[in-house]
T-cell receptor, first 117, second 109 residues
């Protein structure tokens, strides 16, 4: 049973290009979370999605960032017109049910490192 | 002030030492997570606990909900334990976490 799969692991983009990060949750998980870890900073929540729905995007920057989790296929975090400040590690996590209030363990992917040059 | 505070920020230990990392939080939660991030960056969930104590191998996690405090202990530390340890408290909706800033542990042979 594969864990949360993220790709690419490393991505280099020039300023102004688009970055697409993919996340396949664990089998049977329908809840996906994206987190960003800026250099020398802690993890920050970005967005929470269920299949075909964005449930909470309160941590997403207002512009250039979008996320989706289609009925088929992986969740995608898309960053348009990247800037140097977007350079960070982006982590995806999945759970079988909402959040962890009821005690669900959340499983993390290994992260995607975006470098904007 | 962060909702989740960890201490120490950095910790260097000799192989074999007993290690304690502390986490205090100011929000009301029903469970707390301990995560491990290795050099190279992947994150692994070590524990999710809502009361008492949990043990996994040489790792022990305790939580006191009333005092809003949790500790992660590593017995007989080993260089392969070198990592960043992060405590995370779920927000009330359960969709997000408050993350501590992490404790960077280096275990020297």
């Amino acid at each position: 049973n594969a864990g949360v799969m993220q790709n690419p692991r490393h991505l280099v983009r020039r300023r102004g290009q688009e970055a697409r990060l993919r996340c396949s949750p664990m089998k049977g998980h329908s809840h996906v979370y994206w987190y960003r870890q800026l250099p020398e900073e802690g993890l920050k929540f970005m967005v929470y999605l269920q299949k075909e729905n964005i449930i909470d995007e309160s941590g997403m920057p207002k512009e250039r960032f979008s996320a989706e989790f289609p009925k088929e296929g992986p969740s995608i975090l898309r960053i348009q017109q990247v800037v140097r400040g977007d350079s960070a590690a982006y982590f995806c996590a999945s759970s079988p049910r909402q959040g962890s209030i009821s005690g669900n363990t959340i499983y993390f992917g290994e992260g995607s490192w975006l470098t904007v040059v | 002030k962060n909702e989740v505070e960890q201490s120490p920020q950095n910790l260097t230990a000799q192989e074999g030492e007993f290690i304690t990392i502390n986490c205090s939080y100011s929000v009301g939660i029903s469970a707390l997570h301990w995560l491990q991030q290795h050099p190279g960056g992947g994150i692994v969930s070590l524990f999710m606990l809502s009361s008492g104590k949990k043990k996994h191998g040489r790792l022990i996690a305790t939580i006191n909900i009333q005092e809003k405090h949790s500790s992660l202990h590593i017995t007989a530390s080993h260089p392969r334990d070198s990592a960043v340890y992060i405590c995370a408290a779920p927000r009330d909706t359960g969709n997000q976490f408050y993350f501590g800033t992490g404790t960077s542990l280096t275990v020297i042979p």
